[in-house]
């Protein structure tokens, strides 16, 4: 069964810095490895969608490696902002088709 | 193009009744995938449709059920509801599959009372 961790849980950090978020699931036959971020009280909303040939994909100051020999995923976020702030989830699909997600890492980016 | 729709927005019921929830998909999406989201166990991949068949299913009682209508619009049943089921439950659609970008519904959340 597919288990997906993400580290850390929460993280608050000052307007500016670069930031990495990790990932890691246990059975490296995946398809693909997805992005999501999650505003309070609200859906999801897709950043980055990383195949399982490809390494990494990019989208403005976010970006996301895949390394599935080792079974790990980072989410990069470049110069973060404020806006930045919410819950970021990664979900990992393999040979079930069934997505399964991690807990999320919460971000704080404070002025 | 609009984006993914979810009614009601918000249910409160009692334990024992049934509820049905919608999900209207992005124009031209095929594939409707719904999910549960609670605190204590995150979220949790329910079911997928695919032209009105059910591709996947998640590790949900019978009591979850969904369908989808031939313009790929969604509803998923819950019956005799327990205090459990209280969660945000959330639609989203792709393309063909959930192998693709999925472009989640704001949710409806469901309170058991």
């Known amino acids: 069964k597919q288990e997906v961790t993400q580290i850390p849980a929460a993280l608050s950090v000052p307007e500016g810095e670069n930031l990495v978020l990790n990932c890691s699931f246990t059975d490296s036959a995946i398809y693909n490895l997805q992005w999501f971020r999650q505003d309070p009280g609200k859906g999801l909303t897709s950043l980055l969608l990383?195949?399982?040939?490809?390494r990494e994909q990019t989208s403005g100051r976010l970006n996301a490696s895949l390394d599935k020999s080792s079974g790990r995923s980072t989410l990069y976020i470049a110069a973060s902002q404020p806006g930045d702030s919410a819950t970021y989830l990664c979900a990992v699909t393999g040979g079930s088709y069934i997505p399964t997600f991690g807990r999320g890492t919460s971000l704080i980016v404070h002025p | 193009k609009a984006g993914v729709t979810q009614t009601p927005r918000y249910l409160i019921k009692t334990r024992g009744q049934q509820v049905t929830l919608s999900c209207s998909p992005i124009?031209?999406?095929?594939?409707v995938s719904w999910y549960q989201q609670t605190p204590g166990q995150g979220l949790q991949f329910l079911f997928e449709?695919?032209?009105?068949?059910?591709?996947n299913k998640g590790n949900f009682p019978g009591r979850f059920s969904g369908r989808q209508f031939s313009n790929s619009r969604s509803e998923m049943n819950v019956s005799t509801l327990e205090l459990g089921d209280s969660a945000l439950y959330l639609c989203a659609s792709s393309p063909r599959d959930n192998q693709e970008t999925q472009y989640f519904g704001p949710g409806t959340r469901l309170l058991v009372l």
């Open positions: 449709y695919f032209s009105e068949t059910q591709r």
């Open positions: 990383i195949q399982s040939s490809q």
């Open positions: 124009s031209g999406h095929r594939s």
